[in-house]
């Protein structure tokens, strides 16, 4: 007998708001936050998403929406999914749970897709001293395919793939995030040397009211604010999964995830049609609607027989991705190198994340002499499938990243040549990518270099 068709769990209305959805979305991590629905082990389950700012970001010729979005209120989730097994019992702390990803997609209608950079002073990104302007560059999908008639001359098949996709924390484990992510906001601005040279801010989003959504639990009630005034930021990856981005979790793949409460409340969200290593731009892979189809499994005793905790507690471990096998194939990269150097000539001691900054730089001023933007490839490199790699880490004092490219999404030759690149102004490829102006007074970094 065939599979039975996956049921529809989370259903999305597009034409709702996301705390207007017939199951109500959240945008915090917290124990306490009520399942939506709950599934059985095994069971083929269809979970649908709206885009990580829930429909904020419009396909229009403006990037007014980017530069004055609220970040208070990222990223929407689908969930939380309370499991169980096949007798109906919950899956318990110290489980693992395994969620396999069958089928993934935009949602039917709305086949298109953003990628971004926020405005310095709400947002910033990985090179917001150099850029510090809000842009925006809009994409249309043709099957695997996507082009962006912001930055023409380009098409590359998507490795589609969730954003955010984890379980719900202790109240235990949420103490210890709120803890060290506190004291890295408050005192990492005077005890964190990387601070001079990555430039987003702040360093760490704390718990806040602002713009928060719990799903089941209503507003103004004594309820709400005591769970809102805990509650997590879904910002970054941490012990639960959650906002990950690796790119490679497409069709086939499985994430064995700490189960921390009864039920594992698994969450979703964040969906990408493609997504470069990193996502550089930060609001940086093609960001969509979408939907997953699922199926989990409860390994009992799972954390405790699988992952190894790096930390003073049982509870500091880490997920488990297992890749699948499905992904765009490309014979022929460039890859640009990068150093633990910073742009005034500084040595860092094997910092990986100064290395892939300068690796970055590096195929941004290339690839612009060959008729587009810096913007544009800023965009371009955030979103498009190219491998970032950590290629040297032991060797003192210098860390080493590569950043390779596929030369194939391109419509022109790349490759360095005898022939070479015409000198004098550029012709940038129109129309350029959308963007509004910085009215901030945060100086800029420029390449010292460059001016000579």
Same mark, same amino acid.
């Given at each position: 007998?065939?599979?039975? $068709? ?10 709702? /708001? ?48 980017? !530069? ?31 969620? *396999? ?41 043709? @099957? ?48 964190? /040397? ?15 009211? =602002?713009?928060?959504?719990?799903? =089941?639990? =209503?507003?103004? &009630?004594?309820?709400? *604010? !005591? ?9 970054? @990856? ?8 690796? !790119? ?19 969450? &979703? ?17 093609? *960001? ?5 189809? +699922? ?12 992952? $190894?905790?790096?930390?003073? &507690? ?17 014979? *022929? ?23 892939? !900054? ?15 933007? /810096?913007?544009?490839?800023?965009? +371009? ?6 491998? @970032? ?12 990243? &590569?950043?390779?490219?596929? $030369? ?36 800029? $970094? =420029? ?6």
């Amino acid at each position: 007998m065939a599979p039975p $068709t996956p049921r529809l769990v989370v259903p999305i209305d597009l034409k709702k /708001k996301p705390w207007e959805q017939p199951l109500p979305l959240h945008n915090r991590w917290h124990p306490e936050i009520p399942p939506v629905t709950h599934v059985k082990a095994g069971e083929p389950i269809r979970v649908e998403m709206v885009d990580w700012t829930g429909g904020a970001i419009k396909d229009d010729d403006s990037a007014t929406d980017v !530069k004055f979005i609220d970040l208070s209120t990222i990223h929407y989730l689908s969930g939380p999914i309370r499991v169980e097994d096949k007798d109906g019992i919950a899956a318990m702390p110290g489980d693992l749970l395994a969620v *396999e990803i069958c089928n993934l997609g935009p949602l039917p209608g709305d086949e298109w897709g953003y990628t971004a950079t926020f405005d310095r002073e709400n947002g910033g990104g990985f090179l917001t001293d150099h850029f510090p302007c809000a842009t925006k560059a809009i994409w249309y999908f043709e @099957g695997i395919y996507a082009y962006s008639p912001h930055i023409p001359g380009v098409r590359f098949p998507g490795l589609t793939h969730p954003g955010i996709i984890g379980t719900a924390p202790s109240m235990e484990l949420l103490n210890i995030w709120n803890d060290r992510e506190r004291e890295v906001e408050e005192n990492g601005h005077k005890s964190l /040397k990387l601070c001079e040279v990555l430039h987003t801010r702040p360093l760490a989003n704390l718990p806040s009211t =602002k713009g928060c959504h719990l799903g =089941k639990i =209503k507003k103004g &009630t004594s309820e709400w *604010e !005591k769970v809102a005034n805990e509650a997590a930021r879904t910002i970054p @990856g941490r012990e639960n999964g959650g906002n990950c981005d690796i !790119k490679n979790l497409s069709r086939g793949s499985k994430i064995y995830l700490p189960v921390f409460v009864e039920g594992a409340n698994l969450s &979703t969200g964040d969906m990408h049609f493609s997504q470069g290593d990193g996502e550089v731009s930060f609001c940086g892979a093609i *960001e969509m609607s979408g939907f997953l189809e +699922l199926k989990c499994e409860i390994i009992r005793g799972g954390m405790k027989e699988y992952l $190894t905790p790096m930390g003073p &507690t049982l509870l500091h471990v880490n997920p488990i991705f297992e890749i699948g096998p499905v992904e765009p194939r490309f014979s *022929e990269w460039l890859v640009f190198e990068g150093i633990s150097v910073d742009e005034s000539g500084r040595q860092h001691f094997l910092d990986a994340s100064v290395a892939y !900054k300068r690796a970055v730089l590096n195929a941004i001023d290339y690839l612009s002499k060959f008729g587009y933007s /810096k913007e544009q490839i800023y965009l +371009l490199l955030s979103c498009c499938p190219c491998e @970032g790699r950590i290629s040297g880490i032991v060797d003192s004092p210098n860390a080493v990243a &590569t950043l390779a490219i596929p $030369t194939a999404i391109f419509d022109q030759d790349i490759r360095p040549k005898a022939g070479k690149v015409p000198v004098g102004p550029r012709l940038v490829r129109k129309p350029d990518v959308l963007r509004c102006s910085y009215d901030g007074n945060l100086p800029t $970094t =420029k390449n010292p270099a460059a001016l000579m």
